[in-house]
């Protein structure tokens, strides 16, 4: 099949790094694969280093985007695409122009919630043009069918994967002492975007609640674009509460399956997380999970049985776990196995099968 994978977002977050790997992904399964991405963003040059073939378009307004509509229609059909695959909402109302009637599938691979009702008539238009829309959670399903005019047979659920050998791996034996923790410290991790919404604070907190033993690793940067230093305010916060030579801070980087192999708890604390694969990239280094009763991080925990929960900004919630952790539930190989990448190919390989056959 030709499929071309397309966002306009100057973002890099979740949905273009998911967008990436799964055009990597499609070009393994033998699929010819094309990214089109605004040029000069995060995207495009991730792409570029993933070699992945490139076509540079422009960054269209949401809505009323009929011209740059029609000339992506043209090329749609001028190149023979079977898929156009995109993620960001943003997208949707110009791509769902330009499939209609064409042979080409549109497919929206979920990443965010969808919290408010989106049942008028331009809506039902713009829905109507979707041939698989893919949800990584239950729950997520749940929602677009209850918020928006998708039907259940438009919906697939196919949780988000991680390669191999997130998985098998071994231990990194020295994994503390590389990230400046003594070896004898037990640690909680919380990787990702400096927020309020994350809920460092809640993190830093905790850890005034617990033995002296208990360090935070902390690895991300503030959000761009918002004029404020979140992580002065939180370190400020730390120096009040007499935790921060207990806290260690480090810029975002890649290699972070070593990070992970330093942690003996993970703190997934955001007051409200679509689908973190920070928590799917913990269970599968088989750390215990403690995670907030909200958004995803219930089912990918499993409702408490694969992972902690406790209540978003509950402090004293997730200083209990995390002193009790030696009780807390490790993530079953059963509940693991949905998160592999082999077996995530396997599903999107029949559903890609499965709609472009209703087209012949």
Not at 194 to 208: F, N, Y
Not at 264 to 269: E, L, P, T, V
């Amino acid at each position: 099949m030709r499929i071309v994978f397309l966002s306009s977002s100057t973002g890099w977050g979740g949905l273009e790094q998911n967008l990436v790997r799964y055009a990597q992904w499609m070009t393994e399964l033998g699929h010819h694969v094309e990214l089109n991405c605004a040029q000069g963003t995060p995207l495009g040059a991730s792409a570029l280093d993933s070699k992945l073939p490139i076509r540079y378009i422009n960054r269209q307004f949401r809505y009323f985007a009929f011209a740059a509509a029609k000339n992506l229609k043209k090329y749609l059909q001028r190149t023979q695409t079977d898929i156009l695959w995109i993620r960001d909402p943003r997208d949707l109302p110009m791509c769902s122009l330009a499939v209609r009637s064409t042979q080409v599938d549109l497919l929206f691979h979920q990443g965010m919630q969808i919290s408010h009702l989106k049942t008028k008539p331009w809506h039902r238009l713009r829905f109507s043009q979707v041939s698989v829309w893919v949800s990584p959670l239950n729950h997520l399903r749940h929602e677009a069918l209850t918020n928006t005019p998708l039907t259940p047979k438009q919906i697939e659920v196919i949780p988000l994967a991680l390669h191999s050998t997130w998985f098998t791996a071994p231990r990194t034996p020295d994994a503390k002492n590389r990230w400046g923790i003594a070896a004898q410290a037990k640690t909680v991790g919380l990787f990702g975007r400096i927020d309020p919404l994350k809920g460092h604070s809640t993190l830093i907190g905790a850890l005034a609640e617990t033995d002296d033993n208990w360090h935070a690793l902390i690895i991300g940067e503030n959000t761009t674009n918002v004029n404020r230093d979140y992580q002065q305010e939180l370190q400020d916060l730390a120096q009040r509460l007499g935790v921060a030579n207990r806290v260690h801070w480090h810029t975002t980087t890649d290699a972070l399956m070593t990070a992970y192999d330093a942690c003996d708890a993970y703190a997934m604390c955001s007051t409200s997380e679509t689908i973190g694969m920070v928590t799917i990239e913990a269970l599968a280094r088989r750390i215990p999970v403690i995670g907030t009763k909200s958004g995803g991080t219930e089912e990918l925990l499993g409702f408490g049985k694969q992972g902690a929960l406790f209540e978003p900004g509950n402090v004293k919630g997730l200083a209990y776990a995390l002193n009790r952790i030696e009780y807390q539930p490790v993530a079953e190989d059963g509940h693991l196995r949905k998160f592999k990448k082999e077996n995530a190919l396997k599903r999107w390989s029949e559903t890609l099968a499965k709609i472009r056959h209703s087209k012949s």
